[in-house]
């Protein structure tokens, strides 16, 4: 398929089914309306959750082998249609062609990996008397509620696991970017049994409505801190399993001994790919001061080569901020630094233009407690902070109510790794950053977030631990 028609709707038991209104979707390079998406009403969403509760008991009867293979189909429709998703998705999230095909691409990777995963039996005693063991059951209706920066790729994460384990789910794609998830919902009718999977739309109330439905079993959520915390306390009314991805200000700590031409473009696409819009993007830079001029000349000298436009036009290289809302928080962290006089490397506040553009912007050394350093700013602007002794490095780092993730970047691998193993976040990189597998787990300390995501435990977590224990009948003497 080259091309999508222009109308969306949402899946609902397997049929399409139009919103009760409609809201507007905005392409960020211009802010121009480039489709309406279903604006779901309670009631749908009603119907959605009892189209995933009537369809559990068969799905989780389903031989997990057939789950296998259906969670791997899902791959094949994402590949087979990468060209009209990926165009799609540029559209209406701003990232690049290649970065969208990559995101695409990404969830069909995440599905067919996730698909070899197998759910442990544990024989805890195998005695004269009795038999005990462990297992590991579906949870029922799980509510996967999807981000507006890496919208297939995230929701990936969520369906694999999910649908594999033998739950049922309802996905809502953020406001900002739910086009192309309406599309592989429109796609999956025909591959998934109805119910299975249901895919709807809508404004801020859509997502609250969720976490507190009776009907879902499970949330798992991907987004901020703030957010997360919200959804936590709605879930709590009925004591809903979560998983809560959320937030990071993820610190790399640069060593002396690096080689500064081939390690700068590395650190420069660690804090500024997708625009910053990464969770586990590096957002605070400790670099050695014995490195830390020529690196910043480095990371300079190439920022300035880096081109910033519409994800649509050939050679763009970052796209704009997805969203006004996030391009009004960044701007207000660039603003706040410059109200208070740090140093700016290059870029700034940007220009009253059309598009949520915000110029690559680099810190020089702004003070530990600034707001740009402490928040996450999940936009193109990295501050560069100098240190001269590693454990005071260390504890910089650590010094955040985020714990995502981090990197440590040096020739020497083992020294890095000691410093690695002592930093608090759920994934620490040596040497490169961002790489995520769909076969290890990924979880976030502290506020960055609860439960676990991809690898054995991710799919662990949309299960119920059973033990069934079996009293053998006595040997008559």
Same mark, same amino acid.
């Given at each position: 398929?080259?091309?999508?028609?222009?109308?969306?709707?949402?899946?609902?038991?397997?049929?399409?089914?139009?919103?009760?209104?409609?809201?507007?979707?905005?392409?960020?390079?211009?802010?121009?309306?480039?489709?309406?998406?279903?604006?779901?009403?309670?009631?749908?969403? $009603?119907?959605?959750?009892?189209?995933?509760?009537?369809?559990?008991?068969?799905?989780?009867?389903?031989?997990?082998?057939?789950?296998?293979?259906?969670?791997?189909?899902?791959?094949?429709?994402?590949?087979?249609?990468?060209?009209?998703?990926?165009?799609?998705?540029?559209?209406?999230?701003?990232?690049?062609?290649?970065?969208?095909?990559?995101?695409?691409?990404?969830?069909?990777?995440?599905?067919?990996?996730?698909?070899?995963?197998?759910?442990?039996?544990?024989?805890?005693? $195998?005695?004269?008397?009795?038999?005990?063991?462990?297992?590991?059951?579906?949870?029922?209706?799980?509510?996967?509620?999807?981000?507006?920066?890496?919208?297939?790729?995230?929701?990936?994460?969520?369906?694999?696991?999910?649908?594999?384990?033998?739950?049922?789910?309802?996905?809502?794609?953020?406001?900002?970017?739910?086009?192309?998830?309406?599309?592989?919902?429109?796609?999956?009718?025909?591959?998934?049994?109805?119910?299975? =999977?249901?895919?709807?739309?809508?404004?801020?109330?859509?997502?609250?409505?969720?976490?507190?439905?009776?009907?879902?079993?499970?949330?798992?959520?991907?987004?901020?801190?703030?957010?997360?915390?919200?959804?936590?306390?709605?879930?709590?009314?009925?004591?809903?399993?979560?998983?809560?991805?959320?937030?990071?200000?993820?610190?790399?700590?640069?060593?002396?001994?690096?080689?500064?031409?081939?390690?700068?473009?590395?650190?420069?696409?660690?804090?500024?790919?997708?625009?910053?819009?990464?969770?586990?993007?590096?957002?605070?830079?400790?670099?050695?001061?014995?490195?830390?001029?020529?690196?910043?000349?480095?990371?300079?000298?190439?920022?300035?080569?880096?081109?910033?436009?519409?994800?649509?036009?050939?050679?763009?290289?970052?796209?704009?901020?997805?969203?006004?809302?996030?391009?009004?928080?960044?701007?207000?962290?660039?603003?706040?630094?410059?109200?208070?006089?740090?140093?700016?490397?290059?870029?700034?506040?940007?220009?009253?233009?059309?598009?949520?553009?915000?110029?690559?912007?680099?810190?020089?050394?702004?003070?530990?407690?600034?707001?740009?350093?402490?928040?996450?700013?999940?936009?193109?602007?990295?501050?560069?902070?100098?240190?001269?002794?590693?454990?005071?490095?260390?504890?910089?780092?650590?010094?955040?109510?985020?714990?995502?993730?981090?990197?440590?970047?040096? %020739?020497?691998?083992?020294?890095?790794?000691?410093?690695?193993?002592?930093?608090?976040?759920?994934?620490?990189?040596?040497?490169?950053?961002?790489?995520?597998?769909?076969?290890?787990?990924?979880?976030?300390?502290?506020?960055?977030?609860?439960?676990?995501?991809?690898?054995?435990?991710? =799919?662990?977590?949309?299960?119920?631990?059973?033990?069934?224990?079996?009293?053998?009948?006595?040997?008559? %003497?």
């Amino acid at each position: 398929m080259t091309s999508f028609d222009d109308d969306f709707t949402m899946t609902i038991g397997g049929k399409a089914v139009a919103g009760a209104s409609a809201f507007d979707v905005l392409n960020p390079a211009n802010e121009t309306v480039i489709g309406r998406a279903p604006d779901a009403s309670r009631e749908q969403l $009603d119907a959605a959750v009892a189209a995933a509760r009537a369809a559990f008991p068969a799905w989780r009867a389903t031989p997990f082998a057939t789950r296998q293979k259906l969670v791997t189909a899902i791959a094949g429709v994402l590949a087979a249609n990468a060209e009209p998703l990926k165009r799609l998705l540029t559209a209406e999230q701003g990232k690049t062609l290649d970065a969208a095909a990559a995101d695409v691409m990404g969830g069909a990777y995440w599905c067919q990996s996730t698909a070899t995963l197998e759910l442990p039996v544990t024989v805890n005693e $195998d005695s004269e008397t009795r038999r005990s063991e462990t297992r590991h059951v579906p949870i029922g209706v799980v509510g996967a509620i999807a981000p507006w920066n890496f919208p297939i790729l995230l929701a990936c994460f969520k369906l694999g696991p999910a649908l594999l384990a033998g739950n049922t789910v309802v996905l809502k794609p953020s406001p900002f970017t739910p086009l192309t998830t309406l599309k592989l919902g429109e796609l999956l009718r025909d591959v998934l049994p109805p119910g299975v =999977l249901n895919v709807i739309s809508g404004g801020d109330s859509l997502g609250p409505w969720m976490t507190s439905h009776p009907g879902i079993d499970k949330v798992s959520f991907t987004g901020s801190s703030q957010t997360g915390r919200k959804v936590m306390e709605s879930a709590a009314a009925s004591l809903k399993r979560v998983t809560l991805e959320l937030g990071g200000n993820d610190a790399a700590i640069v060593l002396p001994d690096i080689d500064v031409e081939k390690t700068a473009q590395q650190l420069f696409w660690a804090a500024f790919g997708n625009s910053g819009q990464i969770c586990i993007a590096t957002k605070r830079m400790y670099v050695h001061a014995d490195v830390y001029e020529p690196l910043k000349a480095a990371l300079l000298d190439y920022a300035k080569t880096v081109k910033v436009g519409d994800g649509a036009e050939q050679g763009t290289q970052l796209g704009p901020i997805q969203n006004k809302l996030q391009f009004g928080r960044v701007v207000s962290l660039i603003q706040d630094a410059k109200d208070k006089g740090y140093k700016f490397l290059m870029g700034g506040v940007p220009d009253a233009e059309k598009g949520y553009f915000v110029p690559v912007t680099i810190l020089d050394n702004p003070p530990e407690d600034s707001r740009i350093v402490q928040e996450e700013q999940f936009g193109p602007v990295l501050p560069l902070l100098k240190f001269d002794n590693v454990d005071d490095a260390i504890a910089r780092a650590n010094a955040s109510e985020y714990g995502l993730g981090a990197s440590v970047w040096s %020739a020497d691998t083992d020294a890095a790794l000691r410093i690695g193993e002592q930093l608090q976040a759920g994934t620490v990189w040596i040497n490169e950053t961002q790489h995520l597998s769909p076969l290890a787990g990924f979880a976030g300390h502290k506020q960055s977030g609860v439960g676990v995501e991809n690898g054995l435990e991710g =799919l662990l977590e949309y299960t119920n631990t059973q033990t069934i224990t079996v009293k053998k009948a006595l040997a008559s %003497a």
